[in-house]
């Protein structure tokens, strides 16, 4: 009987971390984050098993996306790139992400009006998926919001580096 309740205070415990996963995980914000020439506005928002996958939206003279795979992302090879498919809401768009590699995230230039932002700003939840590197499900709860923030910065500020 005794092994039943250690067993049952286990999972109980488990049950308890994924609550505060999903609790920190479930929607995105838009908050000032350090970047190498200062703070920049960045909606973002964390996704996957572990809860350490990220998608990142920030706008200097254009919006530029950033996908880091967390845990998934060790294996990145140098130069890498490929085609990424976010799909949600019953759409899919392919993008061809770029390593950056000094943080080790993929990233894409996109237009203000590009229809990857639309998908972003849907209900639910999406998935972003490479034949490399898996799928990985974000929240789009709060999304909009965010996002809408991000945009309306483009242009106001200067990217890191300009000017050295």
């Known amino acids: ?15 308890g971390a994924q609550s ?7 929607s995105w914000s838009a908050k000032m984050e350090e970047d190498e ?3 920049v506005l ?7 098993p572990k809860g350490d996958a990220h998608l990142m939206l920030n706008c200097f003279d254009k919006p530029v996306l950033s996908y880091d795979l967390g845990t998934a992302g ?5 130069g890498a790139s490929g085609p990424f498919d976010f799909k949600a ?19 894409t ?5 590009d229809p990857l932002l639309d998908l972003l700003r849907s209900k639910g939840d999406v998935s972003v998926s490479s034949a490399k590197y898996g799928s990985i ?5 709060g999304s909009s919001g965010a996002i809408g923030k991000v945009l309306a910065q483009c242009g106001k500020a200067k990217p890191a580096g300009d000017g050295d």
């Open 74 to 78: 060790q294996q990145v090879e140098t």
């Open 137 to 141: 499900s974000f929240a789009l709860k």
């Open 20 to 26: 505060a996963f999903a609790a920190s995980c479930g």
């Open 89 to 107: 809401d019953g759409k899919t768009v392919t993008k061809t992400l770029q390593l950056e590699e000094m943080y080790n995230y993929f990233v």
């Open 42 to 48: 960045t909606a973002s928002v964390c996704g996957g």
């Open 37 to 39: 020439g200062g703070k």
């Open 109 to 113: 230039d996109l237009a203000k009006a």
């Open 1 to 15: 009987m005794q092994r039943y309740l250690v067993a049952a205070g286990a999972l109980a415990a488990l049950l």
